[in-house]
Nanobody
């Protein structure tokens, strides 16, 4: 009913930049919060950044000043601009969207994940 498609991951050198995108489609009435999470091998999934419907943002301390989350409501899409990348940013990145389909309560949906690898 609702599908999320992530794109933009890849391999970059330290100091480089990437822009991740996550587009939702299907039975969508509205989208509340949008967020990005990441999971490195052997570690728990952690919140990287999120953005509310009012466009207020929240960032993990480790990415503040380097990453920027934004949303395009007309396209049902959330972005993560990642600058000054560090090797410790290497992880699989997942988008998470709280979506209201028009029936019942809003639910969380997850993207398939996209690999970001930052080399030294």
């Amino acid at each position: 009913q609702v599908q999320l498609v992530e794109s933009g991951g890849g391999l970059v050198q330290a100091g480089g930049s990437l822009r991740l995108s996550c587009a939702a489609s299907g039975s969508i009435f509205s989208i509340n919060a949008m967020g990005w999470y990441r999971q490195a091998p052997g570690k728990q999934r952690e919140l990287v950044a999120d953005i509310t419907s009012g466009r207020s943002t929240n960032y993990a301390d480790s990415v503040k000043g380097r990453f920027t989350i934004s949303r395009d409501n007309a396209k049902n899409t959330v972005y993560l601009q990642m600058n000054s990348l560090k090797p410790e940013d290497t992880a699989v990145y997942y988008c998470n969207l709280e979506i209201y389909t028009g029936w019942g309560a809003p639910r969380d949906y997850w993207g398939q994940g996209t690999q970001v690898t930052v080399s030294s």
